[in-house]
């Protein structure tokens, strides 16, 4: 199926599984609020951006967006605290454009969907805002977790149909398919517990 209706985006990169001490950070951080989290995972983040060997100056970082129902629930998007907490690592000087990108349309959770069903849940979610900071420019479309695609295609469809050059994605974890998830018993605790206290006193 992948080789016969190839993604729009250029490439596709993530730190590592959606398992461990990866999904219990991305955890912590959308659904309790923890935030030095957003930093640990930032450094992971970083580390996936350099291995693209991107053109310094010649990419925009978008933050995948969340809709504003949800923004306000959560308090912040956490695709866009990933990404500062990157860009402060990589010291370089790709910009980050939080609001080029806007998820107009509140969509359903898309777990238990198939992927008809997810590109259907989110056709017509996201519009550019700004089309003439996208025309011709390189995106590098950033979020936390690579489950289907599904989300990744469709913001990449509609920067696509605003004039970018290209798109490229990084995310923090990817779900790997038929890779069984370890029980969250099987976590690292201890790890995380002294990385988020070395984050929080940084």
Known sequence: MCQRARPPFTRAVAYGGYDGELRELVHLLKYENVRPAADLLGAYLAETIRSLHLEVGAWKIVPVPLHRSRHRQRGFNQAELIARAAQRRLGSKLEINSGLLERRRETSTQTG??????????????????????????????????????????????????GARAVAVATVARVFKGEPARPAGFLRTNNISMNLAKAAEA
């Not at 997810?118 to 590098?140: C, S």
């Open 113 to 162: 969907l198939t992927q008809h069903q997810r590109r259907a849940n989110l056709r017509g979610a996201f519009v550019v805002t700004k089309p003439a900071e996208v025309r011709d420019h390189l995106i590098l479309l950033v979020d936390d977790v690579f489950t289907t695609g599904t989300t990744a295609a469709e913001c990449s469809r509609v920067l696509l149909r605003a």
